[in-house]
């Protein structure tokens, strides 16, 4: 997923927003709800489903919202959704879920209504989950993108970013960084507590070859202990293969819905016609999102 800067929305709309949210989280479920989810081999899961929503560079508006499922445990695509999409609510640090998630709503909806199914038995979500902006010494669990999506589909949901959302006290400092170092072998992990005391999510370390942690929290009906089994269990790279592939195949969707971008004219004899630009991600394993921005996402 990505997100582009933008002005605060206006005061109504953020004050809408914060009443839903609260509403919504009223609804969350933070332990397992599924037989498979308390079988050591997830035994009766199979199918499990990976959300994206990738942007051209420089077009904070214009998007493809992908939803693709795969069989489990072999991890192979069995269904894909790709739509390119226009957002029009104004992204706002902790409210991205208003700007994004009705996409990925509609996308899990279709499936439910053409391919009942083939509807996943769980989303991975490249986001957080109560691992949030939201986070406070008197809430301390928040409510990202990840439990957004999970309480209005009613699929258990898993957060999964790639760097850590400072919230609650949780500081990427010389403490953090060591535990990080401390990660050798693939399945490692560290409890992510903020200042609170809450264990908000864990660090893992998801790949043998990936010197950077995964930041996995629950989003919805599962806990953070299945949570990071199944996310160790979905890893061929650094990523979870659900969301890497929902990454893979929005990318792909825009180079095919769009085309090659045509120079200035005064270019256009000395260049070739050049593809949409990707953002390298680090690693060569990890696909890289159409005009991601650096920071962590919520």
């Known amino acids: 997923m990505a997100r582009e800067a933008a002005e605060k929305p206006p005061e109504e709309i953020l004050s809408l927003w914060k009443r839903e949210q609260a509403q919504l989280k009223a609804l969350l479920v933070e332990q397992d709800t599924e037989a498979w989810q308390r079988d050591p081999a997830f035994s009766g899961l199979q199918r499990v489903g990976g959300v994206d929503l990738s942007f051209v560079k420089g077009d904070s508006a214009s998007a493809c919202a992908s939803l693709v499922v795969l069989s489990y445990p072999e991890l192979e695509v069995v269904y894909e959704d790709c739509s390119m999409v226009n957002l029009t609510a104004p992204y706002m640090s902790g409210f991205l879920a208003f700007r994004e998630v009705p996409f990925l709503v509609d996308a899990v909806q279709r499936l439910q209504e053409k391919e009942p199914h083939m509807v996943p038995q ?177």
Do not use: W
Not at 168 to 177: C, F, R, S, V
Not at 181 to 190: I, M, N, S, V, Y
Not at 222 to 235: D, F, G
Not at 242 to 262: E, F, H, K, N
């Open 122 to 298: 769980v989303l991975f979500v490249d986001g957080n989950g109560v691992l949030h902006h939201r986070a406070s010494p008197s809430a301390p669990v928040g409510f990202g993108v990840a439990c957004h999506l999970g309480i209005l589909t009613d699929l258990p949901c898993i957060g999964v970013a790639k760097k850590l959302l400072q919230v609650d006290g949780l500081e990427n400092n010389a403490q953090h960084k060591e535990k990080i170092r401390l990660l050798q072998a693939e399945g490692d992990t560290f409890p992510l507590i903020g200042g609170s005391g809450t264990v908000l999510g864990m660090a893992l370390k998801s790949h043998s070859h990936s010197s950077k942690p995964l930041y996995v929290s629950v989003g919805h009906r599962i806990s953070l202990e299945s949570a990071v089994r199944l996310t160790r269990s979905c890893c061929r790279f650094r990523s979870p293969e659900p969301v890497r592939q929902a990454d893979i195949r929005s990318r792909d969707y825009i180079r095919r819905t769009l085309g090659s971008p045509r120079p200035p004219p005064e270019q256009e004899r000395s260049q070739k016609l050049q593809k949409p630009k990707v953002c390298p991600k680090e690693g060569s394993e990890e696909p890289a999102g159409e005009g991601s921005p650096p920071e962590a996402h919520s």
